[in-house]
C-alpha cells in the first residue's frame, strides 16, 4: 500500500475527526471508502455519456438488434424443451422437475 499525502480545508478535516470518531473507524479507511464511491460514479457517468453516444450510431444500433435476433431464436429453441414433474422417490410435484423434449 502507498502512502499518500494531501491537504484539506479545516471545517472538511473536523468533519472526518467527528465522523471517524463516531464511527470507530481510522480517517484514512473512510478516505478510501468515500473515494472509491467517488471514482465509481466517476465511471458511471462515463458509461451514461458512452451509450448515449452509440445509441444514435446506425452501425450500433443495427449489431444490437441481429444479437437480439439471434438470441430470440436461441429463446424460441429453449421454449421447446417443456417442464415435467418427476415423482421418482416419492418427491412431490414442487420438489424436483426434469427437462423432457
Known sequence: MST?????PNE???ELN???QKLSLPKNKILEKALRIYLN???RVEYIKYYQEISNDEDTLLIAAEGMEEYLRQLEKKDDLVLKPSYQNGLKKSQKFSLCT
Not at 4 to 8: A, E, G, Q, Y
Open 12 to 14: 472538511l478535516l473536523q
Open 18 to 20: 467527528q465522523v471517524a
Open 4 to 8: 499518500f499525502t494531501s491537504s484539506l
Open 41 to 43: 460514479q466517476i465511471k
